[in-house]
Antibody, heavy 116, light 110 residues
């Protein structure tokens, strides 16, 4: 079974870059699938951030595209998220997930707070 | 962008009752690429239904999905105590895929 685990700083200052890593186990990223990032502000709904294929091709939420970079590292079986120029509105629980159409396996999520 | 509107916002029901949740899309969802997720407090969402009506692995048959085009429904035939949660719909169609979620329906104990 695919397992995913997010890691990264829990606190980021405004205007800086939020960086998270998703480590995948139980499946080799290079074997296929898309891999995605989703976020959820406290008490609110889900927002898709972007996704990457094992080959490295990406597609992003148009509303975040100018600030988002997602990369894959098949040698470490992980993928990453960079979100630049963050504000308080980017405070959320960030999830990574495997994506075979819908998001079928999810990480437990990590809370990132944007504050000085 | 496809906007998904879920209704009602909150559904107050008793265990054993039937729950009917609606998800309406602003334009037709391609090939029925519509999924439903369940989320409990402090947990990640769990995939219940994909392709509008196919149950994910391990999902009990009291959960069923139906619909096509712009109107979709998640039905829980008899609510169990563990079913009280928030439910989200999501469309994953398009080329390249554009993924959007509905705002969610909370199913609470009456």
């Amino acid at each position: 079974q695919v397992q995913l685990q997010e890691s990264g700083p829990g606190l980021v200052k405004p205007s800086e870059t939020l960086s998270l890593i998703c480590a995948v186990s139980g499946y080799s990223i290079s074997s296929g699938y898309y891999w995605g990032w989703i976020r959820q502000p406290p008490g609110k709904g889900l927002e898709w951030i972007g996704s990457i294929y094992h080959s490295g091709s990406t597609y992003y939420n148009p509303s975040l595209k100018s600030r988002v970079t997602i990369l894959v590292d098949t040698s470490k079986n992980q993928f990453s998220l960079n979100l630049s120029s963050v504000t308080a509105a980017d405070t959320a629980v960030y999830y990574c997930a495997s994506q075979r159409g819908p998001f079928d396996y999810w990480g437990q999520g990590t809370l990132v707070t944007v504050s000085s | 962008e496809v906007v998904l509107t879920q209704s009602p916002g909150t559904l107050s029901l008793s265990p054993g009752e039937r729950a009917t949740l609606s998800c309406r899309a602003s334009q037709s969802v391609r090939s029925g690429y519509l999924a439903w997720y369940q989320q409990k407090p402090g947990q990640a969402p769990r995939l219940l239904i994909y392709g509008a009506s196919t149950r994910a692995t391990g999902i009990p048959d009291r959960f069923s999905g139906s619909g096509s085009g712009t109107d979709f429904t998640l039905t829980i035939s008899r609510l169990e105590p563990e079913d009280f949660a928030v439910y989200f719909c999501q469309q994953y169609g398009g080329s390249p895929p554009a993924l959007t979620f509905g705002g969610g329906t909370k199913v609470e104990i009456k």
